[in-house]
């Protein structure tokens, strides 16, 4: 009984030892298929090895697996740990952490929705990026040296004079370089608070030199006018310096006449401002008699006959006269009636002759 108790127990712990296995590697096999993989291509790679994080924000986020160069560029294969996002435009920069450490890869930016960095994805050189290796910055700080030394720029000794010349101008003048700053910030400052209306200003003096370029001609037309003033000027400025010799003068002339007929022209300017009144009031008719006259003016003329010395005009008569059957008597100016016969006038009206005196 013993016996077959004991093959129970074990037969018990290998089915639970089974079951553990088989939850672990379901496990391991669902985490492993949440992991993204992923390549990135460099164009160089330098201290990146496998086995190295991949971070985000400096937080491990993923591991490289494989580092191998091809031609010109370096391949880098990495993954991201289980349940880990990145944009699917997703950046890798190659970082150092000091001179002589292995180096990581920073993705960035962080996920903030949107697609994400998908399975098999493959990141681009454009959107990768190595630091400055330390012979590179060497050799570019030789090259600045020699470019800047005895047998470069400073052949001549022109880079030291440069220095010399820079350090006396400035020696002494610590405090005005510092108010210089703090004007130049402050005059920043102004303009970021009056952006709208620098921009408006701008705005304005691009409408005025386009109707400027519209009306070219006209502007050159009024340069040559004004060429034309300034050349007369100068032929005349002997006179036009007299003249102007001879100014202050009529001024003090002008002054003392004011000042001696003051009553006078206080007494004038008064009359002037009622009759300024009556002609303000009478616009209405001046007006009027300003259209009418030239036409009243021109008839006169042309009603004057030069031959007779008389004023020639038409009249319908049938407006003037009664409805009886009465004569008119003739209308003349300038003459003695009396001496004038009498002529009767028909009442249908007809041409007659005003004398205008003389014979």
Do not use: C
Not at 79 to 100: C, H, M
Not at 118 to 143: C, F, H, N, W
Request: aromatic content about 4%; overall charge positive.
């Amino acid at each position: 009984m013993s016996w077959i108790r004991g093959r129970k127990v074990k037969l018990l712990i290998g089915v639970a030892v089974l079951a553990l296995v088989a939850g672990a590697a379901g496990l391991w096999w669902r985490a492993g298929a949440d992991k993204v993989r992923a390549t990135a291509w460099f164009a160089a790679a330098v201290g990146v090895y496998a086995g190295s994080d991949v971070r985000m924000l400096g937080v491990r986020v993923g591991t490289i697996d494989v580092v191998e160069p091809q031609g010109q560029r370096v391949k880098v294969e990495f993954t991201l740990d289980s349940g880990v996002k990145a944009p699917a435009q997703a950046k890798l920069v190659s970082v150092a952490p000091s001179l002589v450490s292995d180096r990581y890869l920073q993705l960035a930016p962080t996920y903030s929705g949107g697609p994400t960095l998908a399975d098999g994805a493959v990141i681009p050189v454009e959107r990768t990026a190595s630091p400055v290796e330390l012979d590179q910055l060497y050799e570019s700080m030789e090259k600045l040296a020699t470019a800047l030394g005895p047998n470069g720029a400073n052949k001549n000794g022109a880079l030291s004079g440069l220095l010399d010349t820079g350090a006396a101008n400035l020696a002494g003048n610590g405090a005005a370089l510092n108010k210089l700053f703090n004007d130049l910030g402050q005059a920043a400052k102004t303009l970021d608070g009056s952006q709208v209306d620098l921009f408006g200003t701008v705005d304005n003096l691009a409408k005025f030199t386009g109707m400027l370029a519209r009306n070219d001609n006209q502007v050159v037309a009024a340069e040559q006018q004004l060429a034309e003033v300034t050349r007369f000027l100068a032929a005349d400025r002997d006179a036009l310096r007299a003249a102007l010799a001879e100014l202050p003068a009529a001024l003090g002339q002008v002054g003392d006449f004011v000042r001696d007929n003051r009553g006078r022209i206080k007494s004038t300017v008064d009359k002037l401002t009622g009759i300024t009144k009556v002609l303000a009031d009478q616009r209405a008719a001046l007006a009027e008699a300003v259209d009418v006259a030239p036409l009243a003016i021109t008839n006169l003329l042309n009603a004057y006959n030069p031959a007779t010395r008389t004023i020639d005009g038409r009249v319908n008569l049938n407006e003037l006269a009664p409805k009886t059957k009465a004569r008119l008597v003739p209308v003349t100016t300038g003459v003695d009636q009396k001496k004038l016969p009498v002529l009767p006038l028909p009442v249908v009206g007809d041409l007659h002759t005003l004398p205008t005196g003389g014979s």
